[in-house]
């Protein structure tokens, strides 16, 4: 026999044996993983699976709840079973899976998704908040965000609250801003992430006047005159004090009486110390209310009657003369501006008249508000 010939076969006897010895399962490298998920004790259509959080190893469940993902590589793997709700609520579980071998996994049950109430209490610095109780068996915590958008996650919101027991479902968020939407959603968390987050809800705060007892209704008893306020008449004659016969809202208004003998003199009521905290610099504001006037004669009427607020150091932020020209009905002044930047450490409100008239006038003015719009 050609010695070549027996060299040749020799080879390829070699070869042939060394490929047959190789478990031809050692070769794979790819498998598949198969699985139900179920929500609130039913499998669960359209639930989301994913190995890795990766594009090609995401599947879908179908009718049954059912998915199939493949080419999933051997080793360690994470996975994450979530479930998203019509109200935008979801539920999530995260769990860690061995791959050697094609696996058929045990159901992937999902916890029922906590859902938040609508907002109540809503003050014009305050949101009070609940929300369903989580039934998961790991639960571990709630974590609750706030957001000026609708785009609320938990890398978008602000973290506001934590609470670590099961029935600690009410929040109430405090030093908010007035005239401000506030969205909120809470995430309930086990030892290794989330196990889901509510739907959002939002709320606006509501708006409050800067001045207090703006409509006179409140008295001390010390002074006789409207609570949170000063009264300056400068003792010429003229009176500026209560009147429980002529007002607009309410039970009682404040009464300029000013004699044409005090021409020339300033009569006013202010109050003071506005803490800056309350007002926001660069925002909208509008001061309101309503006055009255009775003169001894419409002719010749020359009177200076204005709402006047000022800063710490007496600077003019914003002051506006409501013009009489005859005796009128209660009539409505309304004034907005922009707060200036300002390094004011409080500020004054004055309503500031002065008559040049040759006539006896009475002033009235009643609820009179200082608001952000």
């Known amino acids: 026999m050609n010695s070549k010939f027996i060299i040749s076969l020799f080879l390829v006897v070699?070869?042939?044996?060394?490929?047959?010895?190789?478990?031809?399962?050692?070769?794979?490298?790819?498998y598949t993983v198969r699985g139900v998920v179920e929500y609130a004790g039913e499998r669960a259509e359209n639930a989301v699976v994913a190995i890795d959080n990766t594009m090609n190893w995401t599947a879908t469940t179908n009718g049954n709840g059912y998915f199939e993902i493949r080419s999933v590589s051997e080793g360690e793997h994470s996975l994450v079973a979530s479930k998203s709700l019509a109200d935008g609520s979801f539920s999530e579980r995260t769990?860690?899976?061995?791959?050697?071998?094609?696996?058929?996994?045990?159901?992937?049950?999902?916890p029922q998704a906590v859902r938040m109430h609508e907002p109540t209490d809503v003050t014009e610095s305050k949101i009070s908040l609940v929300w369903s109780?989580?039934?998961?068996?790991?639960?571990?915590?709630y974590k609750l965000y706030r957001h000026f958008t609708s785009g609320l996650d938990e890398t978008t919101g602000t973290l506001v609250h934590v609470a670590t027991e099961r029935?600690?479902?009410?929040?109430?968020?405090?030093?908010?801003?007035?005239?401000?939407?506030?969205?909120y959603r809470v995430y309930v968390?086990?030892?290794?992430?989330?196990?889901?987050?509510?739907?959002?809800?939002?709320?606006?705060?509501?708006?409050y006047t800067v001045l207090e007892n703006g409509d006179f209704e409140s008295v001390d008893s010390s002074t006789g005159f409207a609570s949170n306020w000063k009264n300056v008449?400068?003792?010429?004659?003229?009176?500026?004090?209560?009147?429980?016969?002529?007002?607009?809202?309410?039970?009682?208004?404040?009464?300029?009486?000013?004699?044409k003998d005090g021409s020339g003199w300033e009569f006013w009521i202010y109050q003071t110390g506005i803490d800056p905290m309350l007002l926001v610099e660069g925002a909208h504001y509008r001061i309101s209310g309503w006055c009255k006037l009775e003169a001894a004669s419409d002719n010749n009427l020359d009177i200076n009657f204005c709402p006047w607020f000022r800063d710490s150091n007496g600077g003019t932020?914003?002051?506006e003369f409501i013009q009489f020209t005859h005796s009128d009905e209660w009539r409505e002044f309304s004034y907005d501006f922009v707060l200036p930047d300002s390094n004011t450490s409080m500020y004054k409100f004055d309503l500031w008249c002065i008559n040049f008239s040759q006539a006896d006038i009475v002033i009235w003015v009643d609820d009179v508000r200082f608001e952000k719009i």
Not at 96 to 110: C, G, M
Not at 167 to 183: A, I, K, S, V
Request: net charge negative; glycine share 10%.
């Open 189 to 207: 968390m086990n030892e290794y992430g989330r196990l889901g987050g509510s739907n959002i809800v939002n709320a606006e705060t509501g708006n």
């Open 133 to 141: 109780q989580s039934p998961a068996d790991d639960f571990r915590e």
């Open 167 to 183: 029935e600690d479902t009410l929040f109430t968020d405090d030093g908010l801003l007035p005239l401000e939407r506030y969205f």
């Open 95 to 110: 769990g860690k899976i061995a791959v050697y071998d094609d696996i058929e996994l045990s159901a992937q049950r999902l």
């Open 14 to 30: 070699v070869v042939f044996l060394s490929t047959c010895s190789k478990n031809p399962t050692d070769s794979k490298s790819a």
């Open 317 to 319: 932020i914003f002051k």
């Open 233 to 259: 008449d400068n003792n010429t004659g003229g009176t500026i004090e209560l009147d429980t016969q002529v007002f607009h809202g309410g039970s009682q208004s404040v009464r300029y009486t000013i004699g």
